[in-house]
């Protein structure tokens, strides 16, 4: 009776790992697409609640801030907003100085706005 719950675990396993391998496939390639994007939707590997949420589970053990969603009235599609942030080598924050000139003292105020881009 061991042998046929070890059996089935692992193929519970590999189906899992199948479809979280699909989801963090896309993730990766739309990453590549779009390499500033904070924020992804993924649809592979999510065929339901469960399983989207098992694959949502294992996103989150990592660096990747993840949730699961669902979209339909008639047919039901699990998805996935996955955030990854970008690493401090692509984050760029940009000085803009803004001169504010108040004429009737003839004063000069100096304002410095930071801005990530």
Known sequence: METSLKSINDV???????????????LKAKAE???????????????????TAEIVHRL?????????????VISVQHYITAEVALPSSLVHEEKK?????????????????????
């Open 60 to 72: 989150n053990a990592g660096d990747i801030k993840a949730v699961a969603g669902k979209s339909g």
């Open 97 to 117: 100085e803004v001169k504010v000139v108040v004429v009737p003292e003839q004063v000069t105020v100096s304002v410095e706005i930071t801005e990530q881009v």
């Open 33 to 51: 697409a779009d390499p500033l994007q904070v924020t992804f939707i993924i649809y592979a590997g999510c065929v339901s609640s469960n399983v």
């Open 12 to 26: 519970r396993e590999a189906t899992i790992s199948k479809h979280f391998d699909a989801a963090f496939a896309e």
